[in-house]
């Protein structure tokens, strides 16, 4: 493969020389109209390699672009909490005006603890956690317990950027979806009402109605394959860098979401605008 390359990079020289230099000879060698035709042959001799460079330049442009194309990002896929939503648990708590020790305590049996985030997979009911959470305190504190998670859905605020900018990035013919750990509660009481940027998805996976939740990698081998998307025509936005790493892993390009208009330059670099 090597030898036939090498031959036709001469045999390509040959014929270029050929192309410039028999002008000239035939110039020389003509009688009467020798200088109409030596400027004839000259003018060839200079046209010719620029030609052959514009034609090189463009043919080179046009291949880049193919491969650049082929790698184009067409599909955004959001995390939800701290990228389109903000997710307040510390102001929520506080606004009970427990004392200092029952605050700490339930911000540790609760929103800390590892059944919170396994309540993201929705295995179990939303009684099973509430008793899990309850027998991780002190019993006196079983009512603001209740009280506190009755209301949870309050830790939860739309972004004001979220509407308008998912709306813009749909126009622009990118598919957007939805990759978010959200528990059944907090999705029951803040789909309607705190999530109106769903109506700009092309598609939507909550951990708790797949049974899945990230960083773990069949969550988003499940979306990949539900929505039939190429990891790498795709780009993951998430304020975690575990669950960035994961998609990473997988092929997906990602970015670590801390906010928008940092968010929008790594988007750029992407070819996103």
């Known amino acids: 493969m090597k030898n036939f390359k090498r031959i036709a990079a ?5 014929i270029l020389l050929a192309v410039c230099c028999l002008p000239m000879i035939f110039a020389f060698g003509s009688g009467e109209n020798s200088q109409g035709n030596f400027k004839a042959a000259v003018g060839s001799v200079i046209l010719v390699p620029v030609l052959a460079y514009v034609f090189l330049m463009v043919y080179k442009l046009l291949k880049k672009e193919d491969k650049e194309a082929e790698g184009e990002v067409k599909n955004i896929i959001f995390d939800v909490g701290q990228v389109l939503v903000s997710y307040e648990w510390e102001d929520y ?5 427990f004392p200092e020790e029952e605050e700490k305590l339930i ?7 590892q059944t919170w985030n396994e309540r993201d997979r929705g295995l179990f009911p939303e009684e099973e956690y509430l008793k899990q959470f309850i027998a991780a305190l002190p ?8 009280r506190v998670l009755r209301e949870s859905e309050k ?10 900018w998912t709306s813009y990035l749909k126009s622009q013919g990118y598919h957007l979806y939805i990759l ?8 029951d009481h803040t789909r309607a009402n705190k999530m109106p940027f769903l109506k700009n998805m092309d598609g939507v996976i909550f951990s708790c109605e797949v049974k899945e939740i990230k960083p773990e990698p069949q969550i988003y081998r499940t979306l990949l394959t539900r929505f039939g998307l190429k990891p790498e025509e795709s780009v993951f936005l998430d ?10 892993v997988l092929g997906i390009h990602a ?5 928008l208009k940092q968010a929008a330059k790594e988007l750029e670099k992407l070819g996103v605008k």
């Open 155 to 164: 830790t939860i605020q739309i972004k004001d950027y979220a509407e308008t």
């Open 139 to 146: 019993a006196e504190y079983e009512e603001d317990v209740k």
């Open 239 to 248: 304020d975690r860098p575990e669950n960035c790493e994961a998609a990473r």
């Open 10 to 14: 001469i045999l390509g020289v040959v």
């Open 180 to 187: 978010s750990n959200y528990s059944q509660f907090m999705l």
């Open 107 to 113: 911000a540790e049996a609760v929103f800390k603890s």
């Open 93 to 97: 708590l506080k606004s009970f005006h």
């Open 255 to 259: 970015i670590e979401f801390h906010n």
